[in-house]
């Protein structure tokens, strides 16, 4: 196989790679060389992944990092991937399930969902939840791009989801919550996850976050709710909530050295966030930052068109930049946005963590010299130049309400991987004809029993062509698609085995890590939500 296109890719990365100021990278460390500035990422140490397997199982084999290269040295950059080991790597993180048709006695308006993320960073970011509320109606899709290191992604992507739930349950269920606690019976179950083998789970600090989820379900009593808040104030409240948890944790003394380490790591890097939380025909997303929500709409006529359900909180969008500069002096005018970026710093405008935009100075400084060892835990301490008001930074979500009808087909949750990549009309396209294509398919599977000879024959021809099996997870599609296509949206293997076998110390500067989520709704159901009320 031709390696024109990986040369170009890596003789490219190495004429910019001393120029490099951080393009789309969310947070950097600023540090002086020969009076130059230049960005120099970081990120944490990852911990040991502990999950239950949710994937979906095939004949295929699991390999997540499979033909990546760590050297820069073109003699040692070859690429040697066949179509089908190109879907190896694509479909490593691949997660789907189909939603039973009733929740209880209702009606479930989710048919199923389809995921996927594909790193960039090593390791990688990006995280994702979904699960369904057990003590209250619905489900919930999440997706966190983090930043400076993936600690405060993981901690949100764990814990997010607690504080929505809990917020929505009733009175009696808070009481029936605290009466188990009280004597040490076991506890309702809150959510059921869904989860990928690959994802990880702190083990190390459940104990702490959980006590103070109860803290919270103990306040929540206390304000003799009957109902629980609506879901709206459940989603604001608990993004703003987790977050002063967050700050709170690392400020409160813990003498466990690992719960410490992790605390601070978690408080000092940052995470964007989208949520989507799905009860009925009732659809709110949450979002804090530049991920991304998207509905795929298909009218009576055939016709497709896309609905967006969320706006980037970024230095593009007018509207934040304006209420940021509401919060702060008219001296600091000018010093607020800086090349793009908040104070300078970071792209996203709205995140979790990210203490060293909230905190004063002297707090930051009375926290980091307790003892941590902040070179080795890389935590980031370059105090912005004009810091003189925070907090600069919020997790206050912006949420959106959306009715479901039933042409309203399918939501696409991403982070930004996706988007710096793909616009939404053609995140739109590309699901509508991964649906085509498998609607294709069912009908000669269910014309005539499956031949072993037949399907054989049908891939070795495949094989031959270079053409690989259809997707069957949208995500994944999206993804390929993403990083495969050129300017002109046409498919080159070559440029998806380049940016699949990128040596971890470039990949970075040509994709973000992607985190997809696809979630179809079932227009039947959601048809006679409708029937029902009238």
């Given at each position: 196989m031709?390696?024109t296109?990986?040369?170009?890719?890596l003789n490219?990365a190495?004429?910019?790679?001393s120029a490099?100021?951080g393009k789309?990278?969310?947070?950097?460390?600023?540090?002086?060389?020969?009076?130059k500035?230049?960005?120099?990422?970081?990120s944490?140490r990852?911990f040991?992944?502990?999950?239950?397997?949710?994937?979906?199982?095939?004949?295929?084999f699991f390999?997540?990092?499979?033909?990546?290269?760590t050297?820069t040295?073109?003699?040692?950059?070859?690429l040697q991937?066949?179509p089908?080991?190109i879907?190896?790597?694509?479909?490593?993180?691949?997660?789907?399930?189909k939603?039973?048709e009733?929740?209880?006695?209702?009606?479930?308006?989710?048919?199923k969902?389809?995921?996927?993320?594909?790193a960039?960073?090593?390791?990688?970011?990006?995280r994702?939840s979904?699960a369904s509320?057990?003590?209250?109606?619905?489900?919930?899709?999440?997706?966190?791009?983090?930043h400076?290191?993936?600690?405060?992604?993981?901690?949100?992507?764990?814990?997010?989801?607690?504080?929505?739930?809990?917020?929505?349950?009733?009175?009696?269920?808070?009481e029936?919550?605290?009466?188990a606690?009280?004597?040490?019976?076991?506890?309702?179950?809150i959510?059921?996850?869904?989860?990928?083998?690959?994802?990880?789970?702190y083990?190390?600090?459940?104990?702490?976050?959980?006590?103070?989820?109860?803290?919270?379900?103990?306040?929540m009593?206390?304000?003799?709710?009957e109902?629980?808040?609506?879901?709206k104030?459940?989603?604001?409240?608990?993004?703003?909530?987790?977050?002063s948890?967050?700050?709170?944790?690392i400020q409160a003394?813990?003498e466990?050295?690992?719960?410490?380490?992790?605390?601070?790591?978690?408080a000092?890097?940052?995470?964007?966030?989208?949520m989507?939380?799905?009860?009925?025909?009732?659809?709110?997303?949450?979002?804090?930052?530049?991920c991304?929500?998207?509905?795929?709409?298909q009218e009576?006529?055939g016709?497709?068109?896309?609905?967006?359900?969320?706006?980037?909180?970024?230095?593009?969008?007018?509207?934040?930049?304006?209420r940021?500069k509401k919060e702060?002096?008219k001296?600091e005018?000018?010093?607020i946005?800086?090349?793009?970026?908040?104070l300078?710093?970071?792209?996203?405008?709205?995140?979790?963590?990210?203490?060293?935009l909230?905190?004063?100075?002297?707090?930051?400084?009375?926290?980091?010299q307790r003892?941590?060892?902040?070179?080795?835990?890389?935590?980031?301490?370059f105090t912005?130049?004009?810091?003189?008001?925070?907090p600069?930074l919020?997790?206050k979500?912006?949420?959106?309400?959306?009715?479901?009808?039933?042409q309203?087909?399918?939501l696409?949750i991403a982070?930004?991987?996706?988007w710096?990549?793909?616009?939404n009309e053609?995140v739109?396209?590309l699901?509508?004809?991964?649906l085509?294509?498998?609607s294709?398919?069912?009908p000669?599977?269910?014309?005539?029993?499956?031949n072993?000879?037949?399907?054989?024959?049908?891939?070795?021809?495949?094989?031959?062509?270079?053409?690989?099996?259809p997707?069957q997870?949208?995500?994944?599609h999206l993804?390929?698609?993403a990083?495969?296509?050129?300017?002109?949206g046409?498919?080159?293997?070559?440029?998806?085995?380049a940016?699949l076998?990128?040596?971890?110390?470039?990949?970075?500067?040509?994709?973000?890590?992607?985190t997809v989520?696809?979630?179809?709704f079932?227009s039947?159901?959601i048809d006679?939500f409708?029937?029902?009320s009238?």
């Amino acid at each position: 196989m031709s390696s024109t296109m990986s040369c170009r890719i890596l003789n490219s990365a190495r004429n910019s790679i001393s120029a490099l100021r951080g393009k789309r990278h969310l947070y950097s460390r600023l540090v002086q060389n020969e009076n130059k500035l230049k960005w120099k990422d970081f990120s944490k140490r990852l911990f040991r992944p502990v999950a239950v397997d949710c994937r979906p199982h095939n004949h295929g084999f699991f390999q997540q990092k499979a033909f990546r290269h760590t050297s820069t040295e073109e003699d040692d950059f070859h690429l040697q991937l066949t179509p089908d080991q190109i879907s190896v790597l694509l479909r490593a993180g691949e997660l789907s399930h189909k939603v039973l048709e009733f929740e209880g006695k209702f009606l479930n308006p989710v048919l199923k969902f389809e995921s996927n993320q594909l790193a960039a960073n090593s390791p990688v970011e990006d995280r994702r939840s979904i699960a369904s509320c057990l003590q209250t109606k619905g489900m919930m899709f999440g997706v966190f791009d983090g930043h400076g290191g993936h600690a405060c992604a993981q901690a949100v992507s764990e814990r997010l989801f607690y504080y929505v739930a809990v917020s929505l349950m009733s009175h009696k269920t808070l009481e029936m919550m605290e009466d188990a606690m009280e004597c040490m019976k076991p506890l309702l179950p809150i959510l059921q996850w869904y989860k990928h083998p690959g994802d990880s789970i702190y083990k190390e600090v459940t104990s702490l976050h959980f006590d103070h989820l109860r803290v919270y379900w103990q306040e929540m009593l206390d304000l003799h709710m009957e109902m629980g808040l609506s879901i709206k104030e459940a989603l604001t409240h608990s993004f703003q909530r987790l977050d002063s948890d967050i700050s709170l944790e690392i400020q409160a003394p813990l003498e466990d050295e690992i719960l410490r380490n992790l605390s601070l790591q978690v408080a000092f890097s940052g995470t964007t966030a989208c949520m989507a939380h799905v009860d009925g025909i009732h659809l709110h997303v949450a979002n804090a930052g530049d991920c991304r929500a998207i509905l795929g709409i298909q009218e009576e006529n055939g016709t497709w068109s896309c609905l967006p359900l969320t706006q980037d909180h970024n230095a593009w969008n007018k509207a934040e930049i304006l209420r940021i500069k509401k919060e702060h002096p008219k001296s600091e005018e000018r010093t607020i946005i800086v090349e793009d970026r908040l104070l300078g710093v970071l792209m996203p405008c709205r995140a979790f963590g990210d203490v060293q935009l909230k905190w004063s100075k002297e707090l930051q400084q009375s926290v980091l010299q307790r003892g941590f060892d902040t070179e080795a835990l890389n935590i980031y301490r370059f105090t912005p130049p004009n810091y003189y008001t925070p907090p600069y930074l919020t997790a206050k979500p912006e949420i959106t309400y959306h009715k479901l009808r039933p042409q309203d087909k399918f939501l696409v949750i991403a982070t930004d991987g996706l988007w710096d990549l793909l616009g939404n009309e053609d995140v739109v396209r590309l699901v509508v004809e991964h649906l085509e294509e498998a609607s294709r398919q069912k009908p000669e599977l269910d014309k005539k029993p499956a031949n072993l000879g037949l399907m054989q024959n049908l891939l070795r021809q495949r094989k031959a062509k270079g053409i690989h099996a259809p997707d069957q997870n949208a995500a994944t599609h999206l993804i390929r698609h993403a990083i495969g296509c050129n300017e002109y949206g046409e498919m080159e293997q070559e440029k998806l085995a380049a940016m699949l076998t990128l040596p971890d110390d470039l990949a970075r500067m040509y994709r973000d890590d992607i985190t997809v989520t696809v979630v179809y709704f079932n227009s039947d159901s959601i048809d006679m939500f409708y029937k029902e009320s009238q």
